[in-house]
T-cell receptor, first 110, second 116 residues
Framework: KQEVTQIPAALSVPEGENLVLNCSFTDSAIYNLQWFRQDPGKGLTSLLLIQSSQREQTSGRLNASLDKSSGRSTLYIAASQPGDSATYLCAVNTGNQFYFGTGTSLTVIP | GAVVSQHPSRVICKSGTSVKIECRSLDFQATTMFWYRQFPKKSLMLMATSNEGSKATYEQGVEKDKFLINHASLTLSTLTVTSAHPEDSSFYIC????????????FGPGTRLTVL
């Protein structure tokens, strides 16, 4: 069974810093991987989707990479802002089922 | 495009009553819809997968008689929590995928259920 782990569980950085969130998964037979943002009490907002054949995706200040063979993905956030404070979840799609990580709670301090 | 809505966004009910949550794909046809449950400070857990016109497939440990899922059309799936108990209080999120878009999922905003 696929297991998805996110490290760190919580992260606090000063505004303006670049940061990296990590996601690892145990089974490399994936279809794609998605990064989501969740604000407290809210639903999920999709940030980036990386297909299994891709190495990275970029959107604005966000860059997600995927190394399928080693079972790892990273989400890089450049020039962090207080509005980036949220929980970030990665989810691995093995075909038609998603496995979610436990998330990284990010706090960006003004 | 690819917007998924949920209704209601919040619901409070008494123990023993049933609650229905709707999940709609607003601008696309969703061949498959998923229902997730999220406990406080925990990740999402898949409850069931539903395909239009067929019975839902429930994950292990999810009571199918308690969590009734209906996917009657390509734009609507409903989750009914029957005989709700306080331990059913949770955040329920649905998602939908479009056949042919490589299984990208689009998530609804979630429904906060509180059972008194």
């Amino acid at each position: 069974k696929q297991e998805v782990t996110q490290i760190p569980a919580a992260l606090s950085v000063p505004e303006g810093e670049n940061l990296v969130l990590n996601c690892s998964f145990t089974d490399s037979a994936i279809y794609n991987l998605q990064w989501f943002r969740q604000d407290p009490g809210k639903g999920l907002t999709s940030l980036l989707l990386i297909q299994s054949s891709q190495r990275e995706q970029t959107s604005g200040r966000l860059n997600a990479s995927l190394d399928k063979s080693s079972g790892r993905s990273t989400l890089y956030i450049a020039a962090s802002q207080p509005g980036d404070s949220a929980t970030y979840l990665c989810a691995v799609n093995t075909g038609n089922q998603f496995y979610f990580g436990t998330g990284t709670s990010l706090t960006v301090i003004p | 495009g690819a917007v998924v809505s949920q209704h209601p966004s919040r619901v409070i009910c008494k123990s023993g009553t049933s609650v229905k949550i709707e999940c709609r794909s607003l601008d696309f046809q969703a061949t498959t819809m998923f229902w997730y449950r999220q406990f406080p400070k925990k990740s999402l857990m898949l409850m069931a997968t539903s395909n239009e016109g067929s019975k839902a497939t429930y994950e292990q440990g999810v009571e199918k008689d308690k969590f009734l899922i209906n996917h009657a059309s390509l734009t609507l799936s409903t989750l009914t929590v029957t005989s709700a108990h306080p331990e059913d209080s949770s955040f329920y999120i649905c998602s939908a995928s479009i056949l042919g878009l490589q299984n990208e999922q689009f998530f609804g905003p979630g429904t906060r259920l509180t059972v008194l």
